[in-house]
């Protein structure tokens, strides 16, 4: 194993020769800062070492911010029971984040924090910081995590907090005049080919199948099936799978991107890149199957990038920030005067389906709802093609 120190100069050496004198496209797509990054403190050769050294560097963070040395502890604790548990990365950094603001709330020298504590946070939320229901659920999820498998305490029962008071918001829903200008939009930038050409694919994708954002970017070449006509999302929300429909003109268009990150995939292969990041510890059951081009990305990102665990090379799917910028920019282009995000992609697809005649069950099974109640509020944004429930000032 190479020296920290020589490591580093290595791999600064060789990002000059094939990047700058050299000018070879792989190398323009290795994270190189992320690489160079990895060999400016310890080596690291096991698993643990890397959890270890992820550890030393969040304690320096937390005590900084004034938490004792009880407080420290209970954190480091929290990131080894979610690392042990291989939960998903995101989920880790939203739980500890809630966790450190729980701590920083009043004393910071006082001892680590329990239920009556975590409550007078929740409230403090509603009060005091005026968040939206689902952030209050956020924390709530995090804070109950971190008491009861952190803790250890075995009666947690948070209820004596102030509740953020639900709104009654209707959805908003693009008409199928303006999904049709969006769609023309969003081919015409396509033809641009790159990221342009993905991001257009993807926005169709959600609409077609009723996709939330992360659920179409964490596609892979497996959930497709092209003969049944219907895509797998994956780990959806509430960690359930499910079948959605494939829209029959999109599969031209599907087989065609195959084709095109077939080749991303092969250049990745000879290139020895490590495997595409895999679900739980699926990697460890099947070693390699990371490598294997039914588990490669549908929309991998151009660019290789550092995995934050094990500071292995792996290529990752496209960030959804950038789709959700070109969602933006193509809303405006085609003129449609809404707040237009990618979720308004899936609002639409249910309401649509609604508008055609399909029951609500169906519908609520599409789009993966845990109850029915909640894909009832699209029947109250249906269009009335006759106009009969119209204002009382028409019949005059």
Not at 48 to 77: A, C, H, N
Not at 195 to 206: D, E
Request: glycine share 6%.
């Amino acid at each position: 194993m190479l020296e920290p120190f020589v490591a580093y100069q290595t791999a600064e050496a060789v990002r000059l020769a094939h990047e700058v004198l050299l000018g070879e496209d792989w190398a323009r797509r290795v994270d190189w800062e992320g690489l160079r990054s990895k060999y400016k403190g310890d080596r690291f050769e096991e698993p643990g070492e890397v959890i270890l050294q992820t550890l030393d560097r969040l304690r320096d963070g937390w005590m900084t911010l004034g938490f004792p040395e009880k407080k420290v502890d209970s954190l480091t604790s929290m990131v080894r029971v979610m690392r042990e548990g291989s939960y998903a990365l995101r989920t880790e950094e939203n739980y500890v984040q809630w966790v450190v603001r729980l701590m920083s709330h009043g004393d910071l020298a006082t001892d680590v924090p329990g239920i009556s504590e975590a409550e007078a946070f929740l409230s403090d939320l509603a009060v005091r910081s005026g968040v939206v229901v689902a952030t209050q659920k956020q924390a709530l999820n995090a804070l109950v995590f971190y008491l009861k498998r952190v803790r250890g305490l075995e009666n947690v029962d948070l209820r004596n907090f102030r509740k953020v008071r639900e709104s009654k918001r209707l959805p908003v829903v693009l008409s199928k005049a303006e999904i049709l200008r969006l769609l023309d939009a969003s081919a015409e930038e396509g033809r641009r080919g790159g990221l342009a050409r993905t991001y257009a694919l993807m926005l169709q994708v959600m609409y077609a199948s009723g996709l939330r954002i992360m659920e179409c970017v964490r596609l892979r070449v497996k959930d497709i099936d092209f003969d049944n006509g219907y895509l797998v999302v994956r780990q959806g929300k509430g960690n359930k799978d499910r079948r959605v429909p494939l829209a029959r003109r999109l599969e031209e268009p599907l087989r065609e991107h195959l084709a095109s990150i077939r080749e991303m995939f092969e250049a990745d292969r000879v290139e020895d890149i490590d495997g595409v990041f895999m679900p739980g510890a699926y990697d460890r059951r099947a070693p390699g199957a990371g490598t294997e081009w039914t588990w490669f990305w549908l929309f991998p990102s151009p660019k290789l990038s550092i995995d934050p665990r094990n500071h292995s090379v792996r290529r990752h799917h496209v960030h959804e920030n950038g789709v959700q910028r070109s969602m933006k920019r193509l809303s405006e282009q085609a003129g449609i005067d809404k707040r237009v995000t990618c979720h308004v992609l899936r609002h639409s697809f249910a309401t649509h389906l609604l508008e055609k005649g399909r029951d609500i069950r169906t519908v609520q099974e599409l789009l993966g709802h845990e109850s029915v109640q909640t894909t009832m509020i699209y029947t109250h944004v249906l269009n009335d093609p006759d106009r009969k429930s119209g204002s009382p000032l028409d019949d005059l």
